[in-house]
Nanobody, 120 residues
Framework: QVQLVESGGGLVQAGGSLRLSCAAS????????IGWFRQAPGKEREFVAA????????NYSDSVQGRFTISRNYAENTLSLQMNGLKPEEAAVYYC?????????????WGQGTPVTVSS
């Protein structure tokens, strides 16, 4: 069983930056890839970025490509999301989740989420 705990959310001005972290635990973590998703109020949860846990290959949604960077620390079992140039419409609860493949990121296990507020 994999457990995921996100942190790092908060309030940031439009155009600003924020770095999210996700601590992963459980013996099975190396069996999965892992990614970030977000859910804004009244909207469906959407894919943001994913990374191959073993190789570090990445996949981003078109909307964040070039502004967000996903990374993982293999030794410490942590995942990060560096978010630059944040937009007000990107205010959401951000979740990390295990996925079967970083190229086809269907989520399975979720963390509890961390809220991000972007002021205009």
């Amino acid at each position: 069983q994999v457990q995921l705990v996100e942190s790092g959310g908060g309030l940031v001005q439009a155009g600003g930056s924020l770095r999210l972290s996700c601590a992963a635990s459980g013996r099975a973590i190396s069996s999965y890839d892992i990614g970030w998703f977000r859910q804004a109020p009244g909207k469906e949860r959407e894919f943001v970025a994913a990374i191959s846990w073993s190789d570090g290959y990445t996949n981003y949604s078109d909307s964040v490509q070039g502004r967000f960077t996903i990374s993982r620390n293999y030794a410490e079992n942590t995942l990060s999301l560096q978010m630059n140039g944040l937009k007000p419409e990107e205010a959401a609860v951000y979740y990390c989740a295990t996925v079967r493949s970083y190229v086809a990121p269907m989520p399975s296990t979720w963390g509890q989420g961390t809220p991000v507020t972007v002021s205009s």
